[in-house]
């Protein structure tokens, strides 16, 4: 473990878990928590659930677990050149999609529809709240308590976003909504991490698909820039080969403007203690030149990627999935196993959610099929 600065989280220094345990031998408190995540079922169902392309339409594509891995990658390097800890950077990371539903961001917005128009007193679905509600309460691992008893730093990075109105029921970890702070470096660099991973690790596979092509990416100057510079410098480059050496680049861009930045922002601000940090501005952050890049790549992804016919198609697909078991679950709760049914109406529905949302795409699928194919 690298030294940690003043303003890092200390493992030591934790605000605790919500069930008192006795400390961890051989590994520090945020050690403990990135190994529960690991071995918990719904670490293991990422592997199955979409990135961007549904887990049945090719090998190569990123899924959420990959995903998540790489942001941990990523993060674990941010941290270590900031002097903050590893451990709890890579903690959030790999807990940050924990609650994601089957088929994506489409997934996700047929969820919560569903909820907000058939069930409203339910309230409706944030994965990111279900992420968090997920290492709280759904994982069932532990004789002493519901879900994986966290760290408050571990889940106060994992809610990365939240409403006003979940944040008033979530106690401690959801003041910082309420009172507009901030979380920790280390929850900072996770978030941007997931950012650089997203968009970079998105090019290379929308390539990979055909769906965009390198003529379309010279108009992101991130990628044309890096893009000529490898196509002069390795001339006769496999084109495939010239694509990974590009993203390579452009995400180690990133990652270098991402140190320098934050850095200087935190020589600034001065931070003596993790609880300055959230008494601060945000102090991980981009260049404004870099920012502008970023940017620039996401509204390409999702002009040209997300909003690509033929993602819209499985788009399609995916939420009239979604809200037809939905529906048929909550019209007939018998239809679920026994394990998420309940007698009050809306609870029925939290739990029609939260049964949902842990499915993996081809889980999904074939509930899907068992319901309402005939064959």
């Known amino acids: 473990m690298n030294e940690l600065a003043s303003y890092a989280s200390h493992p030591s220094r934790s605000r605790g878990r919500t069930h008192d345990e006795p400390p961890p ?55 270590r050149s900031m002097g903050l800890s590893e451990d709890l950077t890579e903690a959030i990371s790999l807990a940050h999609d924990l ?27 944030e994965h990111n709240l279900q992420s ?16 994986l008893n966290l760290c408050f730093e571990t889940r106060e ?13 979530l106690g401690d970890v959801g003041e910082r909504f309420l009172n507009r702070t901030q979380p920790s470096l280390e929850a900072q660099l996770a978030n941007l991490a997931d950012e650089i991973a997203y968009n970079n690790h998105d090019v290379d596979d929308g390539l990979r698909s055909g769906l965009i092509t390198l003529d379309q990416l010279q108009e992101v100057s991130i990628f044309e820039r ?19 050496e590009t993203i390579r680049r452009m995400i180690n861009t990133l990652i270098v403007d991402l140190t320098h930045t934050s850095l200087a922002r935190i020589r600034d601000a001065a931070p003596a203690s993790a609880d300055d940090v959230r008494r601060s501005p945000p ?5 404004d030149e870099i920012r502008r890049e970023a940017d620039t790549l996401k509204k390409f992804l999702f002009d040209n990627l997300y909003r690509h016919y033929r993602v819209l198609r499985m788009t399609r697909k995916a939420r009239r999935i979604v809200r037809e078991l939905f529906a048929a679950f909550l019209d007939d709760p018998r239809l679920l196993p026994p394990d998420y049914r309940r007698a009050q109406f809306n609870e029925q529905a939290r739990a029609i959610s939260d049964y949902i949302a842990g499915m993996t795409d081809r889980y999904a699928i074939r509930e899907h099929k068992r319901l309402f194919d005939m064959a």
């Open 99 to 125: 609650g994601h539903t089957p088929f994506g961001h489409a997934g996700q917005d047929e969820l919560n529809a569903c909820m907000r128009e058939l069930a409203p007193e339910a309230g409706g679905f």
């Open 283 to 287: 102090l991980a952050g981009f260049s």
């Open 25 to 79: 031998e051989n590994r520090t408190e945020f050690q403990r928590d990135r190994d529960r995540i690991v071995h918990s079922s719904a670490f293991r169902r990422l592997e199955y659930k979409t990135q961007v392309f549904v887990n049945h339409e090719g090998d190569l594509f990123r899924t959420r677990l990959t995903h998540s891995l790489e942001v941990a990658q990523i993060a674990r390097t941010l941290a």
């Open 226 to 244: 890096h893009h000529a510079y490898v196509v002069d410098r390795y001339p006769g480059l496999a084109p495939r080969r010239a694509v990974a």
């Open 157 to 169: 990075g994992i809610l990365k976003h939240c409403s006003v109105a979940h944040a008033r029921m």
């Open 132 to 147: 968090l509600r997920v290492v709280d309460e759904l994982e069932e691992r532990y004789a002493d308590f519901n879900g």
